[in-house]
């Protein structure tokens, strides 16, 4: 466990930029009662402390793309490597090292049918030392992506959040389409979500108006969404665990459902293959975690058995590249 650790300013802080991180200071100074050189100084306290990053994350559903999760198991000397090569991918957004070293976890967002099939067809199958590769189409996300784990800790009153609460995204009737224009925003904010206009305005050679309207019509529309990254240990949280459920048809829905509304549950969808529910958890201890799953997911109806592999290491977080 690390020597320092959050006060509750700090945690309002963290949930703030969850629900709007692109609020300006002043914003939120106003909404948690604080000035603005408090909320400044506690950013910048945060980036140091914790590895604070506000991401511009793209929304592949959005855009009529597929998500994919891989489980590509290898020989324990390949698995950095692995990882390693599969985060410098463009269309790769999450790479992690799990099962004592002898597995790499990746989710890709494939721009195209034939960039999916060479990869998965061609490249893996082919990379030495790799002895296995599963693939999996995500189908439906119960949480996760928008919803950040960070609405989950409670900092903020009610008040407090509707004060910081952006506009709604509105309801997707046929997939976004992206211009030049656009690939540049998103290419900007993927490395800081809290890019200003000016800059933003520098890449895409836009005025400053029109880069702000194609700003809030990317958010508007949920093409575009604001992720906040940070070392869960900081709030006690040493042990990150991938659940794969096996769920009967008929209660894919409840159970997922359920395991959105978990406090430990950072991300839940239903995919394709034998395990049909996959799930991302947080613990303080692996105690907890046997706890989360004898007595929580052991309760819950139509849940037929579950396999469970520990986080090592995260490669590769959420992030946004042109033409990915």
């Given at each position: 466990m690390q020597s320092w650790t959050p006060d509750s300013l700090d945690l309002k802080l963290l949930q703030a930029l969850q629900i709007d991180g692109r609020a300006p200071f002043n914003q939120i100074a106003h909404a948690l009662q604080v000035s603005d050189q408090t909320v400044a100084r506690r950013f910048r306290r945060l980036r140091t402390t914790v590895q604070l990053r506000v991401l511009g994350i793209t929304?592949?559903?959005?855009?009529?793309?597929?998500?994919?999760?891989?489980?590509?198991?290898c020989t324990p000397d390949a698995a950095e490597q692995l990882a390693g090569a599969l985060a410098r991918r463009p269309d790769t957004v999450y790479v992690s090292v799990i099962s004592g070293g002898t597995e790499v976890m990746c989710a890709m967002k494939p721009h195209t049918r034939q960039a999916r099939d060479e990869l998965l067809?061609?490249?893996?199958?082919r990379t030495p030392r790799v002895t296995s590769v599963s693939a999996h189409c995500l189908l439906h996300h119960f949480y996760g992506g928008p919803l950040g784990w960070l609405r989950k800790i409670n900092a903020l009153?009610?008040?407090?959040?509707?004060?910081?609460?952006?506009?709604?995204?509105?309801?997707a009737t046929t997939p976004a389409v992206l211009d030049d224009a656009d690939e540049a925003l998103l290419a900007v904010l993927s490395?800081?979500?809290?890019?200003p206009l000016t800059e933003l305005q520098a890449r895409t050679n836009l005025p400053e108006s029109a880069v702000k309207r194609r700003l809030d019509r990317l958010r508007s529309t949920g093409v575009l969404y604001l992720d906040v990254q940070f070392n869960h240990e900081y709030l006690g949280h040493d042990v990150v665990a991938m659940l794969w459920l096996t769920v009967a048809p008929a209660s894919l829905g409840d159970v997922g459902r359920t395991l959105a509304s978990h406090p430990e549950v950072r991300f839940a969808a239903a995919t394709t293959g034998q395990a049909n529910i996959v799930a991302a958890t947080l613990h303080p201890s692996t105690g907890d975690l046997y706890t989360y799953l004898s007595e929580k997911i052991g309760a819950l109806d139509g849940v037929h058995s579950i396999e469970t592999a520990l986080t090592l290491r995260e490669v590769k977080q959420l992030t946004y590249e042109p033409g990915s």
């Open positions: 929304d592949a559903s959005r855009l009529g793309r597929s998500t994919w999760l891989l489980r590509l198991r067809l061609d490249r893996l199958p009153s009610p008040d407090e959040q509707a004060a910081l609460s952006p506009p709604p995204v509105e309801p490395r800081d979500g809290r890019a």
